[in-house]
């Protein structure tokens, strides 16, 4: 192995996660940079990973960052973790990969655990086009600002939220960008009890709040961009629209809709192919 920073994903949840590559690097590498030595000294162990850890974190500065890639361009090797999946979503470390690069020197990802990408490839949303924006501010106020701001959005939106805070975020969803904008929520992904579902704003809001169990542990909130719905459908009418499309095809599904709201089933059938 080279002399280089190697960014690592490390498990989000399930510690089987880890890649047998990922695995190699932390065992090879002069020393490795984690986010919390204590949480990560227990996956180390399990792997029965000897390799020196230091810490390296959000409060860490600049000045820690070009330390480090100093001691790349003398030829270590430097490992980079987070306390869970990869390094750098929605995490501290741009900066290290910044100040090594300046050095001329290599930075080495490996592909491995993303909580964004894990739960989007279940969310049943599309996924050709989507943004991430990790976590939305939390005062109410600047929140529902960054959402009205998303409100006409082509893409899938993906933001992580705590706890917490679910609820008043499902709430400012359904509040901001209407009952029925479909959502998705992720929740503990890969652990014992992740739950996964997706629904409208309501229901999923009402679903939460209605199950405690539901506002536990760690969640990606996924978001359907908006859809352009024809002249004079309602938003129930929209609902059944694409619950039909889920088990029939497009045309037929937009035929039963139009005939039970008297609505056009070609008006219909462009608001289903015109989707993301």
Not at 137 to 157: D, M, V
Not at 221 to 227: G, K, L, N, Q, R
Request: aromatic fraction near 4%; glycine fraction near 6%; proline fraction near 6%.
């Amino acid at each position: 192995m080279k002399a280089a920073l190697y960014v690592v994903p490390t498990p989000i949840g399930n510690i089987g996660d880890m890649t047998l590559r990922s695995v190699e690097v932390l065992q090879a590498v002069d020393v490795i940079a984690a986010e919390d030595t204590r949480h990560s000294r227990t996956l180390l162990n399990h792997y029965q990973i000897t390799t020196p850890v230091i810490s390296f974190h959000e409060h860490s500065g600049e000045s820690a960052a070009v330390a480090l890639a100093q001691r790349v361009a003398k030829g270590e090797r430097i490992a980079l973790i987070s306390d869970a999946g990869t390094p750098l979503v929605s995490d501290p470390g741009y900066q290290l990969v910044r100040a090594v690069q300046s050095l001329g020197m290599s930075v080495v990802p490996l592909p491995g655990p993303c909580a964004a990408i894990t739960a989007l490839s279940a969310a049943g949303l599309p996924t050709h086009s989507f943004q991430f924006l990790g976590f939305l501010p939390p005062k109410q106020s600047a929140r529902r600002n960054r959402l009205e701001a998303l409100q006409s959005s082509e893409s899938t939106i993906i933001l992580y939220e705590a706890p917490h805070r679910i609820l008043d975020l499902l709430n400012d969803i359904e509040d901001v960008l209407g009952a029925a904008r479909e959502v998705c929520i992720a929740r503990e992904l890969t652990k014992t009890f992740e739950t996964i579902r997706r629904d409208s704003a309501t229901a999923i809001r009402d679903w939460v709040r209605e199950d405690p169990n539901q506002q536990r542990g760690e969640f990606v909130v996924m978001i359907a961009a908006e859809v352009h719905k024809a002249k004079g459908m309602s938003n129930e009418a929209l609902n059944l629209l694409r619950a039909l499309a889920g088990e029939l095809p497009p045309r037929k599904a937009a035929q039963l809709v139009a005939d039970h709201y008297g609505l056009k089933s070609r008006d219909l059938y462009q608001t289903l192919i015109s989707r993301p």
